[in-house]
């Protein structure tokens, strides 16, 4: 694979989806869980869909249980809790994994371009993310999703260029998307 837009994926009713179809847009890709301390997050995530997808951006949402088990249910179900509480409206892809010898591929691939969440802002998101990182499970190795939430910009062009850790709030990085548009 050379890059974003030789992937495909499962939509949540198991169908392919090629990442090319998304070339000149941006793309906010998000692990997810829906029973997790930072699934408020949809919220924001909804917020940034709606002002800026008529601007070129798309969020792929891929559901992820490695997590604690935080996301069960099938993708059907899933999909009907994010609808109904949070109001989604973005693309909810089919549950996958994101570490361990069945991560899916574009997931290696997101983590082998930026392989590091950057260091969380605040004390609380320190202590919180400090706190997940001796979780049994959470591995070291490099480019390791620790969380669900985990976050990553691939601009117009499908370059991934830049990763958010669990603790970053969608409208903490709006800017950096905008820059992308």
Not at 136 to 162: A, M, Q, S, Y
């Amino acid at each position: 694979m050379s890059g974003i837009y030789d992937f495909k994926v499962k939509n949540r009713k198991g169908e392919e989806v090629d990442l090319a179809d998304y070339k000149g847009k941006a793309l906010l890709i998000v692990n997810t869980a829906t029973g997790c301390g930072f699934t408020p997050q949809y919220e924001g995530l909804e917020d940034l869909y709606e002002k800026y997808h008529s601007k070129g951006l798309d969020i792929l949402d891929f559901p992820c249980n490695q997590f604690g088990h935080q996301a069960p249910g099938t993708d059907d179900e899933i999909h009907e809790f994010c609808t109904a509480k949070y109001k989604t409206t973005f693309d909810q892809l089919a549950k996958i994994e994101v570490n361990g010898d069945k991560a899916d591929p574009l997931f290696v691939y997101l983590k082998e371009e930026i392989s590091e969440d950057p260091e969380p802002k605040g004390m609380k998101n320190k202590v919180a993310m400090a706190a997940i990182s001796k979780l049994p499970g959470v591995g070291k190795e490099k480019g390791f999703i620790k969380w669900n939430f985990t976050k990553f910009l691939v601009d117009r062009d499908g370059k991934v260029v830049d990763r958010f850790g669990p603790t970053d709030e969608p409208k903490d990085f709006e800017g950096r998307i905008k820059e992308c548009l």
